[in-house]
C-alpha cells in the first residue's frame, strides 16, 4: 500500500519548487521592463536584442508553467494535489501553531476542519476561473499551437483573451499563499514563496550602467584610467597595477 502522508508531501514539495520557478520568471519578467524607464534604458539598450527575447520568451513560460500548474484536468497540479489532500486528510495529519500552548507545540487540525480549509482554498482558485481560462487559451492558441486566427491577427489574443498584470500577480499571490499555509501545516514550518538571490537580471544591468558611468567619467581618464582595455577577452590586471 502507498504512504499517502509520504507521497503528498514528495508532491507538493515539487509543487513548491515548480511555483518558485515560475514566481522568479514572472519577477525576472517584470525586472527587465523595469529598465525601460527613461533614467535606465542605456544601460538595457547595450543587449537590447536579448532582452527584447528574453522578456518575450520569459512572458510566454510563465503562462506555460502557470495553465500546468492550475490544470483541472492533469494528474499533476494544484488543484489535483488539493483534491488528494482532501481524500487523505486523515494520514496527513497537519498541524498548526497555537501561541496559546506553552510550550510552542503544534495542535493538531482535525480532518473536517482540514477539508474545510481546503474547500475555502479551492473556491478561492475557482473565483479566478476566468483568470486561469485566459492564460490557459493564451497558451492553446499562441504557444502550443499556431492558431490561424491569431497568428494572423496577433491583436487579437488580447482582445479575446484579455490578461493584465494585476489578474496574474493576483494569481500568483493566491497559489503562493495556499501553499505557505500547507507548507505550514504539513512541515510545521514557514516558508518564504520566493528565491531571493543577487544574481538576478538587475546585478548585470546594473555593472553595465556602472561601467557606462565609469567610461563617461573624463577624470577617472585623465588619471590613465582606459575602459577599452577592460572590454578586451585576453584582459588580465598587472601586478604592477595592484594597489600596495
Not at 482540514?114 to 483568470?131: N, P, V
Not at 494585476?166 to 507548507?183: A, C, P, Q, T, Y
Request: aromatic share 10%; net charge neutral; proline share 3%.
Amino acid at each position: 500500500m502507498t504512504d499517502s502522508n509520504a507521497e503528498l508531501r514528495e508532491y507538493f514539495d515539487k509543487l513548491v519548487h515548480h511555483f518558485l520557478n515560475t514566481k522568479s520568471m514572472r519577477q525576472q519578467f517584470k525586472s527587465v521592463l523595469a529598465w525601460t524607464s527613461p533614467t535606465r534604458i542605456d544601460a538595457l539598450n547595450r543587449g537590447h536584442y536579448f532582452f527584447q527575447l528574453a522578456a518575450y520568451s520569459l512572458s510566454r513560460i510563465v503562462l506555460v508553467e502557470l495553465s500546468t500548474l492550475l490544470s483541472y484536468k492533469e494528474k499533476r497540479s494544484l488543484f489535483h494535489w488539493l483534491k488528494r489532500a482532501w481524500e487523505c486528510a486523515a494520514e496527513v495529519k497537519p498541524t498548526r501553531y497555537n501561541p496559546h500552548q506553552t510550550r510552542g507545540e503544534r495542535e493538531p487540525i482535525s480532518v473536517k476542519e482540514f477539508r474545510t480549509l481546503i474547500d475555502g482554498q479551492i473556491a478561492e482558485l475557482e473565483a479566478r476561473k476566468d483568470t486561469i481560462s485566459r492564460i490557459k487559451g493564451r497558451r492553446d492558441k499562441a504557444i502550443a499551437h499556431l492558431d490561424k486566427e491569431y497568428f494572423d491577427d496577433p491583436q487579437a489574443l488580447s482582445r479575446d483573451y484579455p490578461l493584465t498584470d494585476n489578474d496574474l500577480d493576483d494569481l500568483i499571490e493566491l497559489v503562493g499563499s495556499i501553499l505557505r499555509k500547507h507548507h505550514s501545516w504539513l512541515f510545521g514550518s514557514d516558508i518564504v514563496m520566493e528565491v531571493r538571490s543577487a544574481h538576478t537580471i538587475d546585478a548585470v544591468l546594473e555593472y553595465t550602467r556602472a561601467f557606462m558611468r565609469a567610461r563617461q567619467d573624463f577624470d577617472l581618464i585623465k588619471m590613465g584610467f582606459r575602459p577599452v582595455l577592460y572590454l578586451r577577452e585576453d584582459y588580465e590586471q598587472r601586478p604592477d597595477k595592484l594597489e600596495t
